[in-house]
């Protein structure tokens, strides 16, 4: 037993119906007033195109939406850990099945490498090279929502 939305009259045949405008469960007598709506399951039928209509939801995920880039001083990193482990660019590179001069051009900062080969550096030197990196659209959407330094940088941390 509920009570009609329109009228407060308590009913057992309460249905949803649309008046004025209104999703209401009303009874009977004023279900008459209305049109009734199907009840449908609850998810929400997509209407077609709208994938292509889709935009970008810059408030919702905003700060989520980080990426893994190669740190900035991944030679530094590099070349730090490989010293730590007292190994030499001759040990390092047949460690990781590469040249002498591949490390030494990651050292100096003259090759940046690519995925397969920062996951074999890692592995070995036991480092990580890759870092969540705040995307720069993520930035400035969060400033453009209104948000303020101490909001994003309370939400960063997280
Ligand atoms: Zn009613």
Known sequence: MADCERCGRSSRALSLHSIEGARMYVCPDCSRLGTPIKETSSRPVQPAGATRTRAPNPNKDALA???L?????????????????ALSREDLGRMINEKVSTIAHLETKQLHPPDSLVRKLEKALEITLMERVEDVRATSAASSTGMTLADFIVKKKR
């Open 69 to 85: 880039e190669l740190a900035d001083d991944y030679h530094v990193r590099i070349q730090r850990a490989r010293e730590r482990k």
């Open 65 to 67: 939406n980080r990426e």
